[in-house]
């Protein structure tokens, strides 16, 4: 079946599977390799069939969209991969989550492993003596699923002759909302579920304070320290990251480094203190599918109140791979 005759309607969002992926089922993109269609998807397939521009100066308006009913069936699936790209054009969780688990039902049951400091020793095993073990079990309770988005509301004669790249912006601004709050999400979900606290020495944190938090992540490795804009300014004003590569480096790209080898990543969720994690093996997010959208009112052009949604849920998976240093 070629690109250009396929019959596009509201039953490829019902499949489970998502629009993209039923259309690729019925237009799979290896049968235009070595053609100039080779690189796009079938949904981008799609766009060209109707000629349909997104992004650039040439954008076109929303009702292009809306010229025929097949066309129609395509606008769901834009306003949902702008908001995903919004969502990884801030994307925090990509350092923190060791794992993305995607299922198809509300009900999550995790693993963790909660070795003891004889189980992180890998000593010598003499013959016939029992070699050490790491219990792996799942948890007592379900890991609790949130859905975050936002309501879509703007009528049809509204936004019909607004350009789709910029309509686009706006839409990736409710994807980085939405990622925003799934990195809320992500460190309740680390702290509420039992988490060894490391106080400061002082009354204000020093270097000493950060090598020790660093020395006792042994055998795990400290790569991720979170905190909040207060915290992060009084690291970035210790002596110790003011030296010139580190001014350097800060100055010219706005990467922030630490001696310690651990990414520095600012958040406004941690007011009090430095959440350090090992980003491989901390912490597991469990997504029900991706973006959702109602895309009913979106294909139907009743745009008043539509839902875009995403739901997902985070787990500890190693007790030991997070600790909190409190100010």
């Known amino acids: 079946m070629s690109y250009d005759n396929i019959k596009l309607e509201k039953g490829l969002y019902t499949t489970g599977k998502g629009f993209t992926k039923s259309l690729e089922e019925l237009d ?78 509300l009900d999550y049951r995790a693993i963790e492993s909660v070795p003891l ?33 936002r309501m879509l509301i703007a009528s049809y004669e509204a936004i019909k002759f607004q350009k789709l790249d910029v309509f686009t912006v706006t839409l990736k601004q409710i994807g980085a909302y939405i990622a925003k709050s799934q990195v809320k999400d992500a460190i309740d979900a680390i702290c509420d579920d039992g988490i060894e606290i490391m106080n400061i020495k002082g009354s204000e ?25 207060n915290e992060i300014a009084k690291l970035l004003n210790m002596s110790e990251f003011k030296d010139s590569y580190a001014g350097l480096n800060f100055h010219a790209t706005g990467d922030m480094i630490t001696p310690l080898g651990a990414e520095l990543v600012k958040v406004d969720h941690i007011s009090n203190g430095f959440l350090g994690l090992d980003k491989s093996c901390a912490v597991e997010k469990v997504q029900a599918g991706g973006v959702l959208t109602d895309f009913d009112k979106l294909i139907d052009r009743q745009l008043e109140r539509a839902a875009v949604t995403s739901i997902a849920g985070f787990s500890k998976i190693f007790s030991g791979a997070s600790k909190l240093l409190s100010v």
């Not at 020790?212 to 905190?227: Q, R, V």
Request: charge should be negative.
């Open 28 to 105: 799979p993109s290896e049968n235009y390799i070595g053609t100039e269609l080779e690189g796009l998807d079938a949904y981008q397939r799609q766009l060209k069939r109707f000629d349909i521009k997104v992004s650039g100066a040439g954008s076109d308006s929303v009702s292009k969209f809306f010229q025929t009913t097949d066309s129609s069936a395509l606008f769901p699936e834009y306003v949902s991969r702008a908001v995903r790209q919004g969502m990884e054009e801030n994307d925090i969780l990509g350092k923190i989550v060791a794992s993305t688990t995607n299922i198809d039902s």
């Open 117 to 149: 400091d004889e189980d992180k020793e890998l000593s010598d095993v003499a013959e016939g003596a029992q070699i050490p073990q790491t219990v792996i079990r799942t948890k007592e309770t379900l890991t609790p699923l949130k859905k975050r988005g």
């Open 205 to 229: 944190i020093e270097y000493s304070d950060l090598v020790n938090l660093w020395n006792s992540f042994s055998p795990y490795n400290l790569t991720t320290i979170l905190a909040g804009p």
